[in-house]
């Protein structure tokens, strides 16, 4: 059964930085995964995904051009460096494994994932000064 970590989270000041990490383990190959997120009172909302291959990106308009996906095969992990961070963006953010096409739907519309994705415990991002 897959599993999901995220770790990374912090206070950071606006304009700053943060990079967050999504180990995967219990599967042999590289999953799908996105990056959501999650503010009080609010659905959760794709963020960015990445397919198996690490070749195909997408991201949500609000994060495009301050935040980038990556993964490392060697480690089952998936990176979310997140720059230029706004108090907007303060909330849970979560890595999800699903279908990569549930996935960037998800991302691209800002939409909350399939009921079926597999889900880490998530991690609290604050930005604020």
């Known amino acids: 059964q897959v599993q999901l970590v995220e770790s990374g989270g912090g206070l950071v000041q606006p304009g700053g930085s943060l990079k967050l990490s999504c180990v995967v383990s219990g599967v042999t190959d590289p999953m799908p995964i996105g990056w959501f997120r999650q503010a009080p009172g609010t659905e959760r909302k794709g963020v960015a995904c990445?397919?198996?291959?690490?070749?195909?990106?997408y991201y949500s308009d609000s994060v495009t051009g301050r935040f980038t996906i990556s993964r490392d095969k060697a480690k089952n992990t998936v990176y979310l460096q997140m720059d230029n961070l706004n108090p907007e963006d303060t909330a849970v953010y979560y890595c999800a494994t699903d279908l990569f096409p549930f996935l960037q739907f998800a991302v691209q519309t800002t939409s909350p994932p399939r009921d079926r994705a597999s889900w880490g415990q998530g991690t609290q991002v604050t930005v604020s000064s």
């Open positions: 990445i397919n198996g291959g690490g070749d195909l990106r």
